[in-house]
């Protein structure tokens, strides 16, 4: 009940990352994003979960504003039964206590309009940002920081025209995490739709070089902070496989098309992997912490355009083409790596009793980063 | 598993009322109403769940009894598999254990009749009474205490005819004697079929006076103990809501019928309000614990009635105006509430994180009253 | 998470057979029967779970093979998406970790052919044995014990022909064992359509003799370790029951054969029933740990046959008669006892709360026994 979120008998023995085995909600005070600019109209409140946390989000004369979706007095959902009697105030059903959608004050309470409790209290109310057509969600107590330090490089380039598609998965956002910046799940995409059908070169693995040569950290000063994996440039990819001997027991797809040079994860959570899934576009997708055991899987692709014609032609192409063959075609192979992992990770000592390999160390890396570099955990204490 | 049911990290920071949050199960030795007479008949015993204890009852040459439903030797259920096979027993499925119905004595053995347990031990038997037509069972382990200890003032009287229904809710009793001993949710029902269809004042909550103006402990000596809620006379009702200064956002209703001029709630969950729906009609209704997080809503009306032909006619009036108008029309208002209110405290913290206000003052004295006057928590180890 | 199985409370209340109590998960480092041997075929892998644990099958050139379904790197199951790319070899989806079926060695990752965990290490391998047309695994770490001390006495016996069949049961596999050892229980069996088709003499119970003629332990040096029930022998059956004085309530089945002289219970769990059902023929059947509510219940019967008409008429018989009749018919009587007992003892406290009698003496030693000589308990450390 109070307890932590993990036991006290698996933190003490993990090593080097006891942070980032804490933080199953997720990292506290950093921007998430939460769905499309588009899904919330004017005066239509949705309610979502993130870092395990009911919230309710709404846009007012076009500016979106995110409340915490939980009356102070009896702790019941204000989505339950939605009452909004003035523009700026959400009212719960129970009791009419009468919330601002801006700053979250106790601005009145209809069945005691005298009572002290007034101007007295505030629901959390948290920052919202909106860019690039995606809601951002700032979820912390802190003055926010500068969304630029939440996402990828190059994410929020005026010229990069992103469009971008989510959905929840049934895991926890580090599986998600995980798996994605993961060099040596390569494997599972052999068949994939993708390889054909873009003609990219898929090898089956990389046989990496030494140590440190193959991931770089970045400590963000103004920018963001993650970890580079270098295995494109100091391993050799895999193409052909033999068993015990045996040779030729598959074989990699040698495509025409040099794609994933480069591929990066970020706190809080999120990769990018450039150029994907063709050579002049970058995919950007993000594994939000919603509950222990489910994350938004937010995926976007950005390409830079200069002319409104080239915007329309690749909004197109990502609706028409990228997103059955990539985004869905080939990313669903990594859903059912996820939901697969997840019971090994669910009680925690998944950590302790993994073996990872050479291609992990870039995952070690990562986990290293963020457990020194996040702004907070998220704990039971902030539901 | 031994642990007991709430959290002791919880317990040490409850003020005030801690056995009330230790009595997730309800309280022991107390009687509550299980169901109507007319649904125990002659010889075909029942099977029920309270304060977590399958139990059994039987109607035995037009006695009822009731015993623990669950045989000594192996644990499992006599209902499972019924066999009385005389009139006064009834016998273990499994290995023939026999008890007794009205003591409970293990009084033969059927695959061992010369076994040293026979005649040493006892299943629970608990003490049942009928009255108003409802069956009522002492769950407790002493000498019952009379059952005008433990219902309202007046349920009783013998000119008072009293007719009600059951069904079960999902929410702890606790929730459920709280929301309807609230006088600020009076605002759910501000639309219920009932205001119109009976034409009764309703405000849209209380203004209340100062402190203990608001409700007067009534400790029992020979009656029960509860808590009479006197918002009806000190406090101003508010019929008009205004927020942030916008006014007339909207009003209570002025009907010409005044109702509920006293409200109350007795140990061990039962409240009383009056005159309601009617002018001259009482509402009775109990929180009946069955689990951590189900109770059995258990609604009575009573009116005082001196000839057959008006306790005929007010028979008629239950069923097919009140029923469908007050205790469906608008309490079904209270179980939604109830549901949404469970998951706060489910996990006991609501107790700690709630932020109460002044119409809540004379449900902290319920809290402080039922902590200190109830005859005992009902614990893990009673099941 | 990390806690043990049962909690310290209970255990510490446990008198005598701490040990059972600890082997929810059942007992390490024995034999279990897990299947018919016709149900593993040439290459064609079959996931199961056995004391917890997921594990795989497989026939190579006739040999059956057993391997944790849980690879080493990302505890992902090889069972989520079957890859066999060599005859000896079992490769992981994800990454392309690949193992030896007989060694359960690590040989080749096919996204890393240099890697250095190649050959550092094994996958647990569980050795198999086929006996009798049935699999058995020996779910241990140690050298395996001969199959002979893990199988009721003359199971193995060369003219012993035995056929079986098995199912799921939905409680732990010590409510199944002591269901089945428990000479009190015949009670439930007393209108089974055996009684009468064989016409077998069943009584409703038995008024055993004093203390230890009831039952002998037999500490296998070369053969299993169990219990003998010796009820038949000390005890004198019951044919009527009376209730309170009430005489002729029921009468047990005077039929003309005598079956069931000698009941015994084998480690790891397996009892002998002789004869059963029929007077020439043996019932031996295991209660096989699954999950801490799930057992397989795999029920055998043997007869010695001594030329090859006698072995078919044998299993027509067994197909057609008995397990219509005994194995169904008779026993299914038990499958609800064991789904009923089971949440008595769900939370290990029903092992403190039962009150025995008499004809349990002898599950009592069982259990003494089993704690003395058990060759382990399967814990989390394990999974």
């Known amino acids: 009940m109070m307890n932590d979120l993990v036991s006290p008998e698996v933190l003490e023995q993990v090593k080097g990352w006891v942070p980032y085995v804490e933080a199953k909600l997720g990292f506290r005070n950093h921007w998430y994003p939460l769905c499309l600019a588009s899904e919330i109209v004017e005066q239509k409140p949705?309610?979502?979960?993130?870092?395990?946390?009911?919230?309710?989000?709404?846009r007012i004369d076009g500016t979106v504003f995110c409340i915490k979706d939980r009356c102070l007095h009896r702790g019941v959902r204000f989505s339950a039964d939605l009452q909004c009697h003035t523009k700026n105030t959400v009212t719960c059903w129970y009791h009419g206590w009468t919330y601002r959608w801006d700053t979250g004050k106790l601005v009145d309470i209809l069945t005691n309009p005298q009572s002290v409790q007034i101007g007295r209290h505030n629901i959390r109310a948290y920052p919202v940002q909106e860019a690039k057509g995606i809601i951002f969600v700032y979820m912390g107590d802190r003055e926010p920081t500068p969304l630029e330090q939440d996402v990828p490089p190059g994410f929020l380039d005026e010229d990069r025209v992103i469009f971008g598609k989510h959905r929840m998965v049934n895991s926890n956002w580090r599986i998600g995490a995980e798996n994605g910046f993961d060099g040596g799940h390569v494997y599972i995409h052999r068949n994939s739709v993708l390889v054909e059908g873009n003609d990219i070169a898929l090898p089956l693995g990389f046989a990496p070089g030494k140590g440190k040569e193959n991931f770089r950290a970045e400590i963000g000063d103004e920018g963001p902070t993650g970890v580079w994996d270098l295995l494109g440039e100091h391993s050799v990819p895999v193409f052909a496989a033999s068993i015990e001997g045996e040779e030729d027991?598959?074989?990699?797809?040698?495509?025409?098309?040099?794609?994933a040079h480069t591929i990066s994860i970020w706190l809080p959570g999120v990769l990018r992997v450039d150029p994907w899934p063709d050579t002049n576009t970058t995919q950007y997708e993000w594994y939000v912490p919603v509950s222990e055991t489910e994350h938004i899987y937010f995926q976007t692709l950005g390409k830079v355009c200069e002319t409104e014609a080239e915007t329309k032609e690749w909004e197109v192409a990502f609706h028409e083409k990228w997103v059955p063959m990539a985004l869905?075609?080939?990313?669903?192979?990594?859903?059912?790596?996820?939901?697969?992992?997840?019971?090994?990770?669910?009680?925690?000592?998944g950590w302790l009793n993994e073996i990872l390999y050479e291609p992990d160390r870039c995952i070690i890396e990562w986990r290293r980063v963020a457990s020194k570099h996040n702004r907070g955990i998220q704990s039971r204490e902030h539901l």
């Not at 027991?249 to 794609?259: A, D, E, T, Y």
């Not at 192979?333 to 925690?348: I, N, S």
């Open 46 to 58: 949705i309610a979502r979960k993130l870092l395990g946390e009911n919230i309710l989000l709404n």
């Open 328 to 349: 869905e075609g080939f990313n669903n192979d990594d859903l059912k790596a996820r939901l697969e992992t997840q019971p090994f990770y669910e009680d925690d000592r």
């Open 249 to 259: 027991i598959m074989r990699g797809h040698m495509g025409s098309k040099r794609v």
